[in-house]
Nanobody, 128 residues
């Protein structure tokens, strides 16, 4: 049984930074990619960023590219999302998902389908 736990959310002023963490446990995580999604009130969950098992490839949505950086430490089974230059529109609950890095992953990583396991989410609020 795989358990995903997100942490690091909080409240910050516009222009500030936060670093989210996503730690997975419970079974072998080899060949699993990890992705971050977010859901704002009244909106659908949307893709934010993803990273392959090796960390060699990272993917970002256009809205966060250049501001957010995803990385992972496989020794700690943890993926990080460094969020800089935060904007009020970044306010949302951020979820971490884990999915097998199959050939289809590279085509569908922006969708929720490839991710098998999800955390409970962590709230990020950007407000002055």
């Amino acid at each position: 049984h795989v358990q995903i736990v997100e942490s690091g959310g909080g409240s910050v002023q516009p222009g500030g930074s936060l670093r989210l963490s996503c730690t997975a446990s419970g079974s072998s995580l080899a060949n699993y990619a990890l992705g971050w999604f977010r859901q704002a009130p009244g909106k659908e969950r949307e893709f934010v960023s993803a990273i392959t098992w090796s960390g060699a490839r990272q993917f970002y949505s256009d809205s966060v590219k250049g501001r957010f950086t995803i990385s992972r430490d496989n020794a700690k089974n943890t993926v990080y999302l460094q969020m800089n230059s935060l904007r009020p529109e970044d306010t949302a609950v951020y979820y971490c998902g884990e999915g097998r890095e199959t050939s289809d992953f590279y085509s569908y990583y922006r969708r929720e389908g490839p991710y098998e396991y999800w955390g409970q989410g962590t709230q990020v609020t950007v407000s002055s």
